[in-house]
């Protein structure tokens, strides 16, 4: 279980969302299990994977973060 506030700070974090943006993206991936968090470069999508997995394992939420090709 990861708390909606910490997703919603995540993505403000590290994909740079103002606070309605975040909302609406984390209650997307709730309801549908994920969302697109943006289109990126295949290196700064990795960097951004690593950095949000990073940070949730450091507070202990079983956040997942992946990339797929757009």
Same mark, same amino acid.
């Given at each position: 279980?990861?708390?909606?506030?910490?997703?919603?700070?995540?993505?403000?974090?590290?994909?740079? !969302?103002?606070?309605? =943006? #975040?909302? @609406?993206?984390? !209650?997307? @991936? /709730?309801?549908?299990? !994920? #969302? =697109?968090?943006?289109?990126?470069?295949?290196?700064?999508?990795? *960097?951004?994977? *690593? =950095?949000?997995?990073?940070?949730?394992?450091? /507070? /202990?939420?079983?956040?997942?973060?992946?990339?797929?090709? #757009?």
């Amino acid at each position: 279980f990861t708390p909606l506030g910490f997703v919603v700070n995540v993505l403000e974090r590290f994909f740079y !969302m103002d606070r309605a =943006q #975040a909302v @609406a993206i984390a !209650m997307a @991936a /709730h309801v549908k299990g !994920m #969302a =697109q968090c943006g289109i990126f470069s295949k290196d700064l999508a990795e *960097s951004k994977v *690593s =950095q949000v997995l990073d940070y949730a394992k450091l /507070h /202990h939420y079983p956040l997942s973060c992946s990339m797929e090709a #757009a």
